[in-house]
């Protein structure tokens, strides 16, 4: 997902900023010159990178510099296309109002069609809770920054002995679908519970599906491409919470400017949220086996190691689930996603969660999975593409939770 900020364009009187007229391209990139090309774009503030792979990258195009760029990739010989011609517009049409059944008969707000405020994501957990008793507790495992409570919901049929399955969404706050699949994965293992194989009724869920509140209603409402929390660090605002974790804390792909979107904070665990994530999994008593972290976007299954371009002893192990959660998804769907370690497939980066939960704390199947789309919307992706990217997800779910009851 992108990581080259300062993208304030122009701000509205509540203060909201608008992206009117920044442009989402994707850019072939062939040659070493080319990327140098759009390096030097970007370290002139003309365009900020969203995402991308070996042979393009998704950039978006600040309104004042579209001529200057388009001048630029033609003289380089760069090929591009224009995918979102106007972000405030997407950014405007990604989430339409939906007409809502009365809540009192619900008693939760909560669906799949539309993306949701904080509010409703937790008042949906709590509906879960008391609805289901037995089978679904939730917990405030700490409270970021400005205060807001991280909420956990723990599925479980309450056996001695259940292995434990840790998930995680919204660490990164513009990344919509991943609270979304989060609480949709939630509602599967709820709803299909007795019916479901041992593997998913027969381990121990805890699930966090906003693990950066702050950043999420930020995102909502005032700038939507919002990534980090929302920490004050001298002049600038936010750390980035998978830059973090204390596991090579520091290292490749983690700024030291506080103003950078990757800044990786003043040192390891420094942000109340990484803090209440690792208090909370190095002191419960559950027998974690994998960790499972959703972002988005690029459509990628990655393991160990993100801080570095090498692999722990079992990768075999990690690159088999890993395909074999590919696969689901590809039957589900049809969708690719590419599989391998963090740091190759993507970039090297350290301080991610996943590095943390594999080196640190030893749990075997420590997973990043980017969801949809491969840049087509990015972080912006219709709020329409919720339902068939959260099957999908829950198909790579449970390939590792057969894996998890294998071990
Ligand atoms: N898009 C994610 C990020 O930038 C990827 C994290 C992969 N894991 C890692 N340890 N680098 O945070
Ligand atoms: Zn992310």
């Known amino acids: ?54 042979t ?20 380089a010989n760069l090929k591009y296309e224009v995918m979102i011609e106007d972000l405030q517009k997407a950014i405007d049409e990604e989430n339409p109002p939906e007409e809502q059944e009365s809540d009192d008969r619900r008693g939760h707000r909560l669906t799949w069609q539309s993306y949701h405020r904080l509010e409703d994501i ?13 089978l679904c507790s939730v917990r405030t495992i700490g409270n970021s920054v400005q205060g807001r409570p991280i909420k956990l919901l723990k599925i479980s ?27 949709y994965i939630i509602n599967h293992i709820v709803l299909n519970y007795e019916s479901e194989p041992r593997y998913m009724n027969g381990v121990d869920w805890y699930i966090a599906p906003v693990l950066n509140p702050d950043g999420y209603e930020y995102s909502h409402t005032t700038d939507r491409l919002w990534r980090k929390n929302r920490g004050r660090s001298g002049y600038c605002t936010g750390t980035d919470l998978n830059r973090n974790f204390g596991y090579k804390w520091g290292g490749q792909g983690a700024s030291k400017n506080p103003c950078a979107e990757t800044y990786g904070g003043s040192r390891a665990f420094s942000e109340p949220e990484t ?28 393991y160990p190691w993100g801080y570095n371009r090498v692999v722990p002893p079992d990768h075999k192990d990690l690159e088999t689930v890993g395909r074999q959660a590919a696969a689901a998804i590809r039957s589900v769907s049809g969708s690719s996603y590419r599989v391998g370690p963090a740091a190759n497939t993507l970039y090297p980066a350290a301080g991610g969660s996943d590095d943390w939960a594999k080196g640190t704390v030893g749990i075997k199947y420590a ?10 919307y990015g972080f912006v992706l219709p709020a329409s ?23």
Request: aromatic share 10%.
């Open 1 to 54: 997902d992108g990581l080259n900020g300062n993208v304030t364009e122009e701000e509205a009187p509540q203060g909201r900023i608008l992206y009117k007229g920044s442009q989402l391209w994707k850019a072939y990139i062939d040659t070493a010159e080319k990327i140098a090309v759009l390096v030097r774009l970007r370290d002139q503030n003309d365009i900020t990178m969203w995402g991308g792979n070996t």
């Open 56 to 75: 393009s990258i998704d950039i978006l195009v600040k309104p004042a510099s579209v001529e200057k760029v388009r001048t630029s990739l033609n003289q």
């Open 122 to 134: 937790h008042g949906y957990l709590d509906y879960m809770a008391q609805t289901y008793p037995d």
């Open 157 to 183: 049929n309450g056996h001695p002995g259940n292995k434990a399955i840790w998930i995680d969404g919204g660490i990164h706050a513009r990344e919509w679908i991943s609270p979304a699949t989060v609480t």
């Open 275 to 302: 803090a209440a994530i690792q208090r909370f999994i190095t002191g419960t008593r559950a027998q974690w086996k994998a960790y499972i972290s959703f972002h988005s976007y690029g459509q990628y299954i990655l």
């Open 367 to 376: 997973y990043t999975i980017e969801l949809r789309d491969n840049g087509r």
């Open 385 to 407: 593409y919720i339902d068939p990217s959260a099957k999908e997800a829950l198909a790579a779910v449970r390939v590792i939770a057969q894996a998890v009851e294998r071990i």
